[in-house]
């Protein structure tokens, strides 16, 4: 694996690479890796001739700044695991490298009914920091093929906008969620829970395929009222929000529409002070 720090190096390595005809697959993370950021690393590297990861905690999308400060950092066993997963190439830019000009954003992405929805609207600004981060480093990186995660569905969404806002032909593929055993979705933001809130956890994912067992059958308003009773009851301590919306829109479903459209539950809830999102599609 080669690491790469400066976006002049990597490009000048990645021409080289993409004028020998190679395509180019790109998954960027913000680190402490776990087991489902490599799922999108596998799907690169089965798909793709050379494969680059990036490693950014990106300052622009932490609307919470003591979210940014705790955000876990283990460079040196990602780089092992990177390594071990034969990544051709780690991205580790330094902030002044992405930002060369500040943080300040220089133009702001119309994300439409995206951005004042559930992540958009308890993390003000947050997707327009994902855009310019991810804006940059598809500038940099040019890749054939972005990878990334369902976990994070509505940023799929926004990616996928923002790749088409930039008239950028790649192709944008979307790994599943990757689940430890007892369901809980795997995030970085997991290091920072205690023993206790841990094993609490799973409830996030238990109320998750409460509402898809019940879909069909039970009245919305009941679901998204359980399960918020439920998260409260188990260990969670303040519930952003329990949503069930359409899969292609993410605007909330409602009491008469028809079942069978495409829908998504979705979850954002805090316990101690880690904040944790999930999602599961429901048909
Ligand atoms: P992050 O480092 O949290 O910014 O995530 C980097 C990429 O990994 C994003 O595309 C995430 O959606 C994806 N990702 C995070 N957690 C998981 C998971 N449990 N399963 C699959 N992909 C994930």
């Given amino acids: 694996m080669i690491i790469f720090k400066t976006a002049t190096d990597l490009r000048r390595h990645l021409d080289k690479l993409v004028s020998n005809g190679k395509t180019i697959g790109f998954a960027p993370t913000m ?18 001739n050379v494969s680059v990861v990036s490693i950014f905690v990106n300052p622009t999308q932490f609307n919470d700044p003591k979210d940014f400060e705790k955000y876990p950092v283990t460079i040196d066993t990602d780089c092992k695991l990177l390594e071990e997963h034969r990544v051709d190439i780690l991205f580790l830019p330094s902030v002044e490298e992405i930002y060369p000009h500040g943080i300040i954003a220089k133009r702001h992405y119309e994300l439409g009914e995206l951005e004042n929805l559930l992540e958009g609207k308890y993390r003000p600004g947050h997707f327009q920091g994902v855009c310019q981060v991810v804006e940059r480093l598809l500038e940099i990186v040019q890749p054939h093929q972005l990878f990334l995660g369902q976990k994070d569905y509505q940023q799929c969404m926004v990616l996928q906008k923002l790749v088409a806002l930039m008239g950028a032909s790649i192709t944008v593929s979307i790994a599943p969620t990757l689940r430890e055993k007892d369901g809980l979705a795997m995030s970085s933001r997991n290091l920072r829970l205690t023993k206790d809130e841990r094993e609490k956890a799973t409830a996030i994912y238990q109320q998750l395929v409460m509402i898809k067992k019940k879909f069909s059958t039970e009245k919305i308003s009941v679901l998204k009222q359980k399960a918020s009773e439920n998260l409260l009851q188990n260990g969670f301590h303040k519930i952003d929000y329990v949503e069930i919306a359409s899969a292609e829109t993410l605007l909330p479903v409602q009491e008469n529409d028809n079942r069978s459209g495409k829908a998504v539950a979705l979850v954002a809830a805090f316990i101690g002070d880690v904040r944790l999102i999930d999602n599961l599609l429901l048909n």
């Fill in 31 to 48: 680190g402490a890796l776990h087991q489902g950021h490599l799922l999108l690393v596998a799907a690169s590297k089965q798909q793709c």
